[in-house]
């Protein structure tokens, strides 16, 4: 059986991305060519991800060919609404030493014509989410997204903190959730970092977001 921090860390790899494989990965939607100009070429978005270089100093990996856990709704209808619209998106999830936390995960999705739409639509969703429970080993997490400050990324952006609670496998577990989303031109970014304990001061995450958003065309 897998160690706690290692069911957790699969669990919840990909709050806001959904389902699916977490290593980096850029795909195309059918509908791509009919959603930009036939003079627009789609950014390579893959190019555009955080790496491991960009990440403060310690021992990270990237995470290969893991299935995440149950979603709450609320992420779940932006994965979706993203999925649906993106011409094209790629993400990646790091993790950080031998038990798999924290997590830290960045999604890049490319949105021609539709980028503040959706940008608006997600932080509408994430907002009005409220209380949310997840459940993990058979187990519910339950906890508040709430809003926080965060200085300005890109041309939109918007943080969000959550934290959970509960017991899996016979332990006591709180997991803290720092979630950042931010729109530059028609390109939606969504980042999170999950580890054990309360969320980050969510300012530990200012730097790393502003050069996440710097490498984006």
């Not at 790091?94 to 539709?114: D, K, Q, T, W």
């Not at 918007?158 to 509960?166: F, H, I, P, V």
Request: aromatic content about 4%.
């Amino acid at each position: 059986m897998k160690s706690l921090p290692v069911v957790i860390a699969f669990g919840l790899a990909m709050l806001l991305a959904g389902c699916g494989s977490s290593a980096p990965r850029s795909t195309t939607s059918p509908s791509a060519d009919a959603s930009a100009s036939a003079t627009t070429r789609a950014p390579d978005l893959k190019a555009e991800l955080l790496v491991i270089s960009d990440l403060p100093a310690g021992d990270w990996s990237v995470v290969r060919n893991t299935t995440s856990g149950a979603t709450p709704s609320c992420f779940a209808v932006v994965r979706s609404d993203l999925d649906l619209k993106a011409a094209t998106q790629a993400q990646v999830t790091f993790i950080h030493g031998s038990n798999s936390l924290p997590v830290f995960e960045e999604l890049l999705a490319y949105l021609p014509g539709r980028g503040q739409s959706s940008m608006t639509a997600a932080t509408h969703v994430i907002s009005g989410c409220g209380h949310i429970s997840l459940t993990l080993g058979g187990q519910n997490l339950t906890g508040v997204v709430r809003p926080v400050s965060f200085p300005a990324v890109g041309d939109q952006s918007a943080a969000y903190q959550l934290s959970l609670s509960g017991t899996v496998s016979g332990q006591p577990v709180t997991l803290g959730v720092d979630a950042i989303i931010f729109r530059k031109g028609d390109i939606v970014a969504t980042i999170q970092y999950v580890d054990l304990g309360p969320p980050l001061d969510i300012t530990a995450l200012e730097q790393i977001t502003q050069l996440a958003a710097a490498k984006v065309s």
